[in-house]
């Protein structure tokens, strides 16, 4: 889409026009959910990808809007939805516009909770990339929720693996007892590799700020530093706007423990870790956290970006995770959820339950837009669920930071050391 800056002016008077719709709307007028895409950097790929695969097969979406405060980028994926779309510089000004039923977020880390904040109260459905906030936005993170539970609108958080049956399967197992009282769980990511030029490259060395690059509003609620083109485009480097592995990547396998295990706030929680590979990052590349819960359960997290080995089991660079009872484990093998007995528990046996459905972003996306078209609310990773990991691994960066077990006072809904 060949764009210039009237396309975005005329796009920005025509949102100025709209409202905030205080209720949220099922679909659009032409029977669709009007989507706004908010962020076109790596991750809103997979984003628009997906919602384009629905346009053609599920056509209960259609995409039209998109927003970035980095023009080049707008462009390419303008370019990428392959029609005319509305292009927003300003997320709120999309969030104006009356044809946008549900927005996806995949802006940096430190933007995620204000974005949905505003999205849920201007009655938009929300699917909003992990993690919910940045390390030291707890006091956003509780307003999140709070907005969460008012909003007549569906949020669902981007750990895309709650997409895959294994987890709601192992869910019901537990919840029916097969493993007898829950006491212990691990869980973890393992891989190779910097945030650094391999994994976030520089788009144009010679960017600046000015028309096409808006810094002011990239560094939001961030400490206020001058233009710095690495911190721009490798922002998984840096911890005022990124937290490394804990908030990076281990939404990805902590979530679905929790859900499984059905517990909500830590009592404790305690962590180690550091800069032992990648020295050019300010984020530690290897984190490890126990997490305590008043059910006497315990959740230990480990992983490292320096070495990918997952031990005993792993999917790609996700350690699978182990969840054991009294009377015995649960894990996954191949295709299989396995229980495995306990050595001192009666004469059961091994048994094994075939993984039903493996995980797929589409099926999340799917997810969300069924509960915004029928006002159901079975969300595979919705607002209590994001809010309740959320808060673990806030409690563990709080206790790596400080070097001191993290506390959380659930009357005071607050993280003490």
Avoid at 84 to 102: G, S
Avoid at 104 to 118: K, L, S, Y
Avoid at 378 to 407: C, I, N, V, W
Wanted: charged share 25%; aromatic share 8%.
């Amino acid at each position: 889409m060949d764009m210039n800056r009237r396309t975005f002016i005329a796009g920005t008077a025509a949102a100025a026009a709209g409202t905030l719709a205080r209720t949220a709307r099922a679909q659009s007028a032409n029977g669709r959910i009007g989507v706004g895409v908010i962020g076109c950097g790596g991750r809103s790929e997979t984003h628009i990808g997906t919602l384009l695969e629905m346009e053609k097969t599920d056509k209960t979406v259609e995409i039209v809007a998109l927003c970035d405060i980095y023009r080049p980028r707008l462009e390419k994926k303008a370019a990428l939805v392959g029609r005319p779309v509305r292009l927003y510089r300003d997320y709120r000004e999309l969030l104006a516009d009356p044809a946008v039923d549900m927005v996806t977020i995949a802006t940096p880390d430190h933007h995620h909770g204000e974005q949905a904040i505003a999205a849920l109260e201007a009655g938009k459905h929300v699917y909003c990339e992990k993690p919910l906030t940045h390390w030291r936005q707890w006091d956003l993170t509780r307003r999140f929720y709070e907005a969460a539970s008012t909003s007549p609108a569906a949020f669902q958080l981007g750990a895309q693996r709650m997409s895959d049956s294994a987890f709601r399967q192992m869910k019901q197992l537990v919840k029916d007892g097969i493993i007898g009282t829950p006491l212990h769980a691990e869980c973890g990511i393992f891989r190779t590799g910097d945030f650094g030029e391999r994994g976030m490259p520089i788009d144009d060395p010679e960017a600046r700020p000015g028309p096409d690059l808006d810094w002011d509003a990239f560094l939001g609620d961030a400490p206020k530093r001058p233009f710095d083109v690495s911190r721009f485009f490798r922002w998984r480097m840096y911890e005022d706007y990124a937290g490394g592995p804990v908030t990076d990547l281990y939404p990805h396998v902590l979530t679905q423990v929790i859900d499984i295990l059905g517990v909500t706030h830590p009592s404790h929680a305690v962590a180690t870790g550091g800069k032992y590979r990648y020295q050019e990052r300010e984020v530690p590349d290897t984190f490890n956290m126990l997490v305590e819960y008043p059910e006497n359960i315990s959740i230990a997290v480990l992983g490292t970006q320096g070495s990918n080995y997952q031990g005993t089991g792993g999917r790609d660079d996700i350690r699978i995770p182990v969840i054991r009872g009294w009377d015995g484990a649960l894990t996954i093998q191949g295709n299989d959820i396995v229980f495995i007995p306990d050595n001192l528990a009666d004469a059961r046996k091994e048994r094994r339950f075939p993984i039903e459905r493996g995980y797929n972003v589409l099926y999340l996306m799917r997810n969300l837009v069924e509960c915004a078209r029928t006002g159901a609310r079975t969300l595979d990773s919705g607002p209590a669920l994001a809010y309740h990991t959320q808060t673990a691994l806030l409690m563990g960066m709080t206790a790596y930071r400080e070097k001191r077990t993290a506390f959380f006072d659930p009357e005071k809904q607050e993280i003490t050391t």
